[in-house]
């Protein structure tokens, strides 16, 4: 159960990192109340996960989770340029997650 609440924490680290960047330094509502409402859903569960699985292990997920979430997103919505290099780097990524729980 552990690993499933990372994961989706994982996911909503994406959403308030997106939603950040769009609240341009918080001073758009919308935006803002999403950052803040994620950052907090995103927050207690990495917390909850880290009660069963290890500080590093948790945390190196969790950001790399979030971290190609907010690429792939910024890419899909054309925020970012997409190139066959910046795929491969991020599918580098998910194998090490995918990695980490394997060896866990």
């Known amino acids: 159960m552990s690993w499933i609440i990372l994961v989706i924490s994982g996911v909503f680290e994406a959403v308030w990192a997106t939603a950040l960047g769009r609240s341009e330094g918080l001073s758009k509502l919308a935006p803002t ?62 194998a090490c997650v995918v990695g980490l729980k394997v060896i866990d």
Do not use: H, K, N, Q
């Open 33 to 94: 109340v999403v950052f803040g409402a994620a950052l907090l859903v995103s927050m207690a569960g990495l917390a909850y996960a880290m009660r069963d699985l290890p500080t590093g292990t948790a945390y190196a997920v969790w950001v790399g989770i979030g971290a190609v979430g907010t690429v792939t997103y910024a890419m899909a919505t054309g925020a970012e340029p997409a190139s066959l290099v910046r795929i491969l780097l991020l599918l580098g990524i998910v």
